[in-house]
């Protein structure tokens, strides 16, 4: 991977940032705003037509030359994740932030009639594997002065409800992995943060909220500020769990042309 002169200002230049579920609504805002803010992000994500999409976009923006990792969580064991840290450290050198958008939600079903195979995987690729990847990354991680890992989250009060089945109560235990992992790391130089992002429109929302006029509901991009600043040194000092309000993005700046 070649490495670009960084930019002066930028909240995330010279950063390598790992986004899982990049290729989703937020993930792929929150990689876009990364990039933008001067970070190489490592685009994770199991479709790989949309991965390369989404690296020409960020190459073509001029941002940091990126990275594509494809891999399917579901099925990803250890050794992949050591692999996966491996690879990072060979090709990237260093790792600076991890933000786990990668999210399993098959629709609105009771748990009594959840097919054994859909709860598991709910719990292996939104609890087990964030932690798993995390865990074969902290090395790398450990080597900065500041790192972070980002673990977006879901309302529990909208969640926690019948229907929502293994994805809530992955959410809830996510929740509580932010905890743990928190105090376990305080004494490091990595930071972790779960993010509470407000709705926001997706394929995952649109599978249980199947009814609502989609346009009402705020794009992903309005939460990428947030992602941008937990992952860069603006994070220190922020609380275990930040709940993120819908941001629009900044207006661009109108030159004003001599009369
Ligand atoms: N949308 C909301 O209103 C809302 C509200 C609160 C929190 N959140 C959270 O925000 C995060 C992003 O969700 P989103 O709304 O952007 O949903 P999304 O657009 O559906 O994105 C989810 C991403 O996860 C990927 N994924 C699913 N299973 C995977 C697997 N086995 N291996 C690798 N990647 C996998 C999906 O890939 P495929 O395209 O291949 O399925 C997709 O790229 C999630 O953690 C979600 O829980 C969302």
């Not at 070649?2 to 986004?19: E, K, S």
């Not at 250890?78 to 991890?98: F, K």
């Not at 929302?205 to 941008?228: I, M, T």
């Amino acid at each position: 991977m070649a490495a670009q002169a960084p930019q002066a200002g930028r909240a995330l230049d010279g950063r390598v940032i790992l986004v899982t579920g990049a290729h989703g609504a937020l993930g792929e805002a929150a990689a876009r705003a990364c990039a933008a803010a001067g970070a190489c992000v490592v685009l994770l994500g199991r479709r790989v037509p949309k991965l390369t999409r989404l690296y020409d976009a960020i190459e073509a923006a001029g941002a940091p030359q990126p990275a594509i990792y494809p891999l399917d969580l579901a099925g990803a064991t250890p050794d992949d994740y050591a692999d996966l840290a491996a690879n990072i450290e060979r090709d990237c050198g260093r790792l600076d932030g991890i933000l786990h958008c990668a999210a399993d939600f098959k629709g609105l079903v009771s748990l009594e009639n959840t097919p054994p195979e859909d709860w598991q995987r709910a719990l292996h690729v939104n609890l087990s594997a964030p932690l798993l990847l995390t865990r074969a990354c902290l090395p790398l991680l450990r080597r900065r002065e500041d790192a972070a890992v980002v673990f977006v989250l879901d309302d529990p009060a909208r969640v926690g409800r019948a229907l929502w089945g293994g994805y809530a109560v992955a959410k809830f235990g996510l929740a509580g992995l932010v905890q743990v992992l928190r105090d376990e790391l305080e004494h490091s130089p990595v930071r972790v943060h779960g993010l509470l992002p407000g709705p926001m429109r997706s394929a995952l929302r649109g599978k249980a909220y199947f009814a609502e006029d989609p346009g009402q509901v705020p794009e992903a991009s309005a939460y990428a500020a947030a992602c941008v600043r937990l992952l860069g040194a603006a994070g220190r000092g922020e609380p275990a769990t930040v709940r993120a309000a819908p941001e629009r993005a900044p207006v661009p700046r109108l030159h004003v042309l001599p009369s």
